[in-house]
């Protein structure tokens, strides 16, 4: 998630833990510790220019369950030997530090970019991919209820407001995932309808939203995407077929940072071919045809691929035209998908083929 979201998370959690007297401290220190795991982008910076090793090492050490217990516990032990208030109610202070850095991780789970909560267990990034990395409908809950807490400070009501900032985001995630599940079982009917039941495929939320969700199932040829709008939509989801170059894609598979990659996006990947270099477009973050993390990664030789360092790509995303054409589709479902209503099977089908 964004920063600020992880800075109040942490503020709210650790302030409705400390007592009363210590609760604008907690407030800071939970902010602080709030925002620890995600510097590690700092030592990364510094250790590697590899954008590969950049992306698919965030997220590891930094965020993992093992890890973060540990680092929670001497920061703990620190502070009380040092006297002052976490002397004062070693206790409370103790589960304070500790959930304000664990809630971190397991918030950043519930996006699409890969949390790797088991590090350094070789399993691949958790990814329940229920919220966007921004969502207002989240944080605003946890912002307010912090600013209350600042000003009410030792007040019984600054307790009250924290509890509920942290129960009603929490109930926002809940949600998120009951619309996953809604989204998921229609795109599972639709899927099958043309023949992709068994296809890998995923689910996300659109940017700042849970009411609009992109799938994207994968196929021999490359993938399909479609969308579903829990407000609009009726009928069978219809999917648009995209190809890939899975030939190029499978004869560069001994190259390190195409296996990294593969490890890290699921095999969630777009491979292209542009003036002999093979890019690869995780297909979990943006939209066809743009996304937000694109790597060179091999050139040509022969017959063959050869590695060369990786390289991340930018081209023009056109931000205002796709945020305004989301806010669309929450609100009005295309005339084709209207159409697919009356003939689940066909016109699903006719869309995959393209």
Not at 61 to 83: E, K, M, Q
């Amino acid at each position: 998630m964004d920063s600020l979201t992880q800075i109040v998370l942490g503020g709210a959690v650790a302030a409705a833990i400390a007592p009363a007297p210590h609760r604008r401290a907690a407030l800071l220190a939970g902010a602080m510790l709030g925002t620890l795991p995600d510097l590690d982008a700092l030592p990364l910076a510094l250790l590697t220019d590899d954008p590969v090793a950049r992306m698919t090492w965030h997220r590891s050490a930094s965020h993992s369950l093992f890890v973060l217990p540990l680092l929670g516990w001497a920061i703990w032990a620190l502070f009380r030997r040092s006297g002052g208030r976490v002397a004062e109610s070693p206790l409370r202070w103790f589960w304070a530090i500790q959930l304000a850095l664990v809630t971190h991780p397991l918030l950043d789970a519930f996006t699409v970019y890969g949390t790797q909560l088991w590090w350094p267990l070789p399993m691949r990034p958790v990814m329940w991919s229920s919220v966007f990395i921004i969502d207002p409908l989240y944080t605003i809950w946890l912002l307010a209820a912090c600013i209350a807490a600042w000003w009410l400070r030792e007040r019984i009501a600054a307790q009250r407001v924290l509890l509920a900032g942290l129960v009603l985001s929490s109930a926002y995630l809940a949600w998120s995932l009951l619309a996953k599940v809604a989204v998921d079982r229609e795109a599972g009917r639709a899927l099958a309808a043309i023949g992709l039941a068994d296809a890998p495929r995923f689910s996300v939320p659109m940017p700042f939203n849970t009411v609009l969700w992109r799938v994207v199932a994968m196929t021999p040829q490359g993938f399909v995407e479609g969308e579903r709008s829990l407000l609009a939509d009726s009928g069978p989801m219809v999917f648009r077929g995209y190809r890939s170059n899975l030939e190029a894609l499978r004869a560069a598979q001994g190259i390190a940072a195409v296996q990294r990659l593969d490890w890290f996006n699921h095999g969630f990947q777009k491979a292209q071919v542009r003036d002999g270099v093979l890019v690869l477009s995780d297909l979990r973050m943006g939209a066809e045809p743009d996304y937000t993390f694109n790597f060179a990664v091999a050139e040509r030789d022969g017959n063959a691929w050869r590695a060369i360092p990786p390289e991340q790509l930018r081209w023009r995303w056109q931000a205002t035209r796709r945020l305004t054409a989301m806010w669309e589709r929450i609100w009005t479902q295309p005339a084709l998908a209207q159409a697919a209503a009356g003939n689940p099977v066909a016109t699903p089908a006719a869309s995959a083929s393209k």
